[in-house]
């Protein structure tokens, strides 16, 4: 395959967005490791057979006790959550049961269905009260109907405020979801869609649709839940590692925990205790923590070095050009025509990686496993690792982008690497064109004159996206466009324009350059917006009998 310049591509074709979701780096164990003896922890439901693929997820949920099974034994994976059961679960997940039970018998729903919920749901009357007060429910609900099968809108929009997350949902609101049907998803729901996809938490189908209307079953919110839970741990100052298991031994003062070196896919080494009972995510099964292995492959995900969930995955994965990094989220802005959205997040062994390219408005889009190729060929180029400084990987990715340092608009970018450290980059950069505004200082520029003798001088300039506009009207007198540059580059050229400069130098300087006496004068108004975001305004009025009312300040833009 031939060495990927993205943005080399992006300027000649213009290639977008990879979608590779689901794509695996793990593969099936070997025989000899599945016939190895782990001591086996059993979460399983008499009918877990019917949802096989969630049962890591439903076994955690059971394990942290927000999900539970019936007393038949059974877990009905494929029935549909109603939206009490919803609410119920996240409120749990957000670690407010306790707070919730307390709440029980106080407090008045305001729900036109209140009498509804307090007759048949009252055990769940103080799991809704917290959920009023955390602003899980749309502003515009007036009923809950607890009993009604939760979509899958309503439970995005629900778990994404759960993580605190409705400011960026409403950010988001005009930005359009790549789905078929984008259509079906109500417009007071967008963002909060575009926040959860954003968030890892849920997906569209094969399809390329969203249903946003179907219901979520009960394997389905297990899934859903502990994606969130993960969110809502990392907000926490949770971190992930992902490495091989070094040594496993008991722990000297306590039989009941072992004691577990790794090293990271980074190189670094770490050491955790951990209870020798503790569940650790083995396929689709568990197993105790004592069964960890010297050599298996681990995903650990922790806080203050104390695990709270672990997973084992395949030993082919350490060998993926990617594996030191978890997660990798890349913007970069040439213009405001073209720019790049590169998205690489790593989860057991399990990839979704994206590519957004855009160049004049048009999009298009790459996917499958050639895709797949090349973002792995962008990675190996890149070679980031937690050693370098902020600067040097800021380098290495503009490197691997084709890109040269200072000739793009701005560089977003974090990575989160196996070791559990992070770097967040936000960089800055006037294109060769805005030298003039980093020149002069100033954004805006708008001027109005008028004389005793009737003389009207309007002036007007302004700097954007690289380029200036200027216009000087004196009468009926309009000089040209290259007049107007000239006569602005010499304004502003005379005197030092700061954002700290007085408003009476500002005057001055305005009626030096345009020639005319203040005594002449019968009106001023004066606006000057500069780069810095702060601006000068000054409107100055002599009226017939000399009295002068002026009105000035300077404010700071925000």
Not at 220 to 239: H, P
Not at 492 to 521: P, Y
Not at 534 to 557: F, G, P, T
């Amino acid at each position: 395959m031939k060495k990927m310049r993205l943005l080399t591509k992006l300027m000649i074709c213009m290639v977008l967005m990879l979608s590779f979701a689901g794509h695996s780096f793990a593969q099936e164990q070997t025989a000899e490791e599945n016939e190895q003896q782990r001591d086996e922890i059993i979460f399983e439901f008499s009918d877990s057979a019917e949802a096989s693929w969630a049962n890591q997820a439903i076994g955690f949920m059971k394990y942290k006790q927000i999900l539970s099974g019936y007393e038949d034994g059974s877990f009905r994976p494929n029935k549909p959550v109603s939206r009490i059961e919803a609410v119920v679960t996240a409120v749990r997940l957000m670690g407010l049961e306790e707070q919730a039970k307390a709440k029980t018998e106080g407090g008045k729903l305001l729900f036109a269905d209140a009498q509804k919920i307090d007759k048949q749901y009252k055990w769940a009357r103080g799991y809704i009260i917290v959920a009023l007060e955390k602003g899980l429910f749309d502003t515009s609900e007036s009923k809950l109907d607890p009993e009604k099968p939760a979509s899958r809108v309503w439970v995005s929009s629900l778990l994404v405020k759960a993580l605190g997350l409705q400011e960026e949902a409403l950010a988001l609101m005009s930005v359009e979801p790549d789905f078929k049907d984008v259509k079906a998803i109500p417009a007071g729901s967008i963002g909060y869609v575009n926040v959860a996809v954003k968030q890892g938490i849920i997906s569209g189908y094969p399809d390329e649709t969203f249903k946003p209307q179907r219901s979520v079953t009960r394997a389905e919110l297990a899934s859903l839940l502990e994606r969130t839970g993960e969110n809502l741990q990392e907000q926490d100052g949770s971190v992930t590692v992902t490495g091989k298991v070094v040594s496993v031994e008991a722990d000297s003062t306590n039989n009941k925990l072992i004691k577990m070196v790794v090293k990271s896919f980074n190189g670094d080494t770490l050491t955790y205790t951990i209870a020798a009972d503790f569940p650790v995510a083995f396929h689709d099964r568990f197993i105790t923590a004592a069964g960890i292995l010297a050599g298996d492959n681990v995903v650990l995900m922790s806080k203050n070095g104390v695990i709270w969930k672990a997973s084992i995955i395949s030993k082919e994965y350490a060998d993926e050009a990617a594996a030191g990094i978890n997660e990798l989220e890349i913007k970069l802005v040439n213009d405001r025509k073209t720019g790049i959205e590169l998205e690489y997040k790593s989860n057991k062994g399990k990839v979704k990686a994206e590519i957004e390219m855009w160049s004049n408005g048009k999009k298009e889009k790459l996917k499958g496993a050639a895709a797949v190729e090349e973002l792995k060929t962008f990675l190996k180029e890149a070679n980031l690792t937690p050693q370098l400084s902020k600067e040097e990987i800021q380098a290495q990715i503009l490197q691997a982008l084709g890109v040269k340092d200072g000739s793009y608009e701005r560089l977003e970018a974090e990575v989160k690497f196996s070791n559990g450290s992070k770097v967040k980059i936000d960089s800055k950069h006037k294109q060769e064109s805005n030298k003039e505004e980093a020149k002069y200082g100033i954004k805006e520029f708008e001027l109005e004159l008028k004389l005793k003798d009737g003389l009207k001088i309007k002036a007007e300039y302004s700097f954007d996206d690289g380029k200036s506009k200027s216009l000087i009207e004196r009468g009926s007198e309009k000089l040209s466009a290259e007049a107007a540059e000239k006569s602005f580059a010499k304004l502003f050229e005379q005197a030092a324009w700061t954002d700290g400069m007085s408003k009476a130098d500002a005057l001055q300087a305005v009626l030096k350059h345009f020639e005319v006496q203040e005594a002449d004068l019968t009106e001023v108004e004066l606006e000057i917006k500069f780069s810095s975001g702060k601006k000068i305004e000054l409107e100055y009025e002599k009226e017939h009998e000399d009295r002068v009312n002026s009105k000035d300040k300077v404010d700071k833009q925000k």
